[in-house]
C-alpha cells in the first residue's frame, strides 16, 4: 500500500512539474567585458528595436521545442548595467552613446551538437555642435557549443559586445573614427545595410586574404594575406568548400573567413562554405531534405557529405524530401539567417479556444499555455509517426487528455469549457465549423 502511494505521489509530482518553462532568460550579471584598459566611458545606450520583445529563441525537450529566449531586464538596461559595470568611469576617457540596431540569439544543431549563436551591431555615438554624430559601427557574431545553452547565450553576448567596443577602440587609437550625421529619427530606428554602403558589397573583386571578423570581410580588409595552399571541392553550382592543406592550414583555424580567388568562403564549425554575392548581400543555396522523423543516425554522413550545413539542416532528422533553400548572410551581424525549423509542410498546428473559466496546455508534462475565456492558443508540432497526447487541466476540476494527429489535414480547432453537468469538457470542432472559428479569432485574445 505505501509503495503504491509512494509511486503515485511521484507520477503526480512529475505530471504537476514542467520540464521547462515556456520562455528563457538570459542573465548577464556575472559576465563582463575582456577588453582591458580602453579609454571609453558609455554615458548611455540607445535600442533601436522592441526593448522587451524576445531576442531569440531555443530548443528545449526531446522534440526540439522552441521557445522564447529574453534578457533578464530590458535589452537597454541589461546592456547598460553590463557596459558601466565593465568600464570605468573618467573625465579624461572618450564619452559615447551606444545605439543597438541589433540583438538576436539562437540555437542550432550542427551535426551532433548544439550551437548558439548571438549577433549583435552597435552604433557609436557622439554629439557635437547639439548634434548626433556616428563616429563607428560595428557588428559581430559569436558563437559556443556545450552544456547550458541559457549561460552560453550570455557568454556569446558578452563576447559580442567584447568585440564591438574593441573595434571602437582602435578606431580612436588610429584615426579612423568618422562623423556621420544621425538625425533624431533615425535613433529610434535600426540602421540598414543598404545605408551603410559596405565596401564589400559596392567594390569590385573582393581582396583575397583571411577575414578574422566580420567587419574586416564588410570593409574588404582581410587582416592576413593568403600564405598557405587551398583547393575548392564540391560539386559545380551546388554547395562549393574551401579546403585548406600545407603547413600553414593551422593559420585558418580560428579565422571568421577567407577570400580566396575573390570568392568569400565563411567559417561554419570546422567547414569553409562558398557563399555567393549579389548586391544585397552574401547566400548560398543549400540543397536541403525536409525533416520528418526524429533520427540522429542521418546527421553523421550528411555532416560528411555536406560538411557542417548539412549537419545544420540535416543533423537529428530523417531525410525525405528534397528541396533548395536560400542561407544568408545578416550584413549588420554577419550571423546566418538560419531556415526557421520547421519548413514548410512538416508543422501541425492545432487550435485551443477557452470558451469559459481557466484552462491550462500540457504537452509531455511540459507547460504550453494558459487560456482565460475568449482566449485561445496554436499548439505548433513536428510531424511525427505517433500521436501527441495533449493535457487539459481546467481549473478545479479534473484533467481531460486528448491526442493530437500530427499528420492530419486541415486545420484542428478544439474548444475548453465544461458539459452541462459542469464537468470539464474538450471536443474538437467539426470540420465544417473549423474555418469559422478560425476567421472569428482575434490578435488581442492569442496567447503566444
Not at 503504491?4 to 515556456?22: D, F, G, Q, Y
Not at 540607445?46 to 530548443?59: E, H, K, P, S, Y
Not at 533578464?72 to 559615447?96: M, N
Not at 485551443?352 to 508534462?365: N, P, R
Request: aromatic residues 8%; glycine residues 8%.
Amino acid at each position: 500500500m505505501r509503495a503504491s502511494l509512494v509511486v503515485s505521489t511521484i507520477l503526480l509530482l512529475l505530471l504537476a512539474t514542467p520540464v521547462a518553462k515556456a520562455q528563457k532568460f538570459i542573465d548577464l550579471s556575472d559576465r563582463s567585458l575582456a577588453i582591458g584598459n580602453a579609454a571609453i566611458t558609455v554615458d548611455s545606450v540607445i535600442v533601436a528595436f522592441n526593448d522587451t520583445a524576445a531576442i531569440g529563441d531555443m530548443l528545449v525537450g526531446r522534440f526540439y521545442k522552441r521557445v522564447p529566449v529574453y534578457l533578464g531586464r530590458s535589452v537597454k538596461q541589461s546592456l547598460d548595467d553590463f557596459v558601466h559595470r565593465s568600464l570605468s568611469d573618467s573625465a579624461h576617457q572618450h564619452h559615447v552613446v551606444l545605439k543597438i540596431n541589433r540583438l538576436a540569439v539562437a540555437e542550432r544543431r550542427i551535426g551532433r551538437s548544439d550551437v548558439t549563436f548571438a549577433g549583435l551591431n552597435i552604433e557609436f555615438l557622439s554629439v557635437k555642435n547639439g548634434m548626433w554624430i556616428r563616429e563607428y559601427i560595428h557588428g559581430s557574431t559569436s558563437w559556443s557549443s556545450g552544456p547550458n545553452f541559457i549561460r552560453l547565450f550570455g557568454k556569446d553576448i558578452a563576447k559580442a559586445i567584447t568585440e564591438c567596443l574593441t573595434g571602437y577602440h582602435y578606431a580612436l587609437r588610429s584615426g579612423t573614427i568618422t562623423e556621420l550625421p544621425v538625425s533624431d529619427r533615425d535613433l529610434a530606428i535600426p540602421v540598414t545595410p543598404e545605408q551603410l554602403h559596405l565596401p564589400i558589397l559596392t567594390s569590385g573583386q573582393p581582396k583575397d586574404g583571411v577575414y578574422h571578423t566580420f567587419m574586416e570581410m564588410a570593409n574588404d580588409r582581410p587582416s592576413t594575406p593568403l600564405d598557405f595552399r587551398a583547393e575548392v571541392v564540391g560539386i559545380p553550382g551546388e554547395q562549393r568548400e574551401l579546403v585548406v592543406t600545407g603547413e600553414q592550414k593551422d593559420l585558418a583555424r580560428d579565422a571568421w573567413g577567407i577570400c580566396f580567388n575573390g570568392r568569400v568562403f565563411i567559417r561554419i564549425g570546422t567547414h569553409f562554405i562558398g557563399f555567393e554575392r549579389d548586391i544585397n548581400g552574401f547566400h548560398v543555396e543549400q540543397l536541403m531534405r525536409a525533416p520528418s522523423l526524429v533520427d540522429h543516425r542521418t546527421s553523421v554522413g550528411t555532416y560528411v557529405m555536406f560538411g557542417a550545413l548539412g549537419g545544420l539542416f540535416f543533423g537529428g532528422h530523417s531525410m525525405d524530401v528534397v528541396s533548395h533553400r536560400r542561407l544568408d548572410l545578416d550584413m549588420l551581424t554577419g550571423q546566418l539567417i538560419l531556415p526557421e525549423p520547421p519548413v514548410a509542410g512538416t508543422e501541425s498546428r492545432t487550435l485551443f479556444i477557452c470558451e469559459g473559466g481557466q484552462a491550462c496546455l500540457f504537452i509531455y508534462s511540459e507547460k504550453e499555455a494558459c487560456l482565460m475565456k475568449d482566449q485561445h492558443h496554436t499548439v505548433r508540432l513536428v510531424i511525427r509517426k505517433e500521436s501527441v497526447p495533449v493535457e487539459v487541466r481546467i481549473a478545479n476540476l479534473s484533467t481531460v487528455t486528448i491526442t493530437i494527429d500530427t499528420h492530419a489535414e486541415g486545420a484542428q480547432v478544439y474548444l475548453i469549457g465544461t458539459d452541462a453537468d459542469g464537468g470539464p469538457m474538450v471536443r474538437q470542432a467539426e470540420p465544417s465549423n473549423a474555418a469559422e472559428l478560425l476567421g472569428r479569432m482575434r490578435p488581442e485574445n492569442e496567447v503566444k
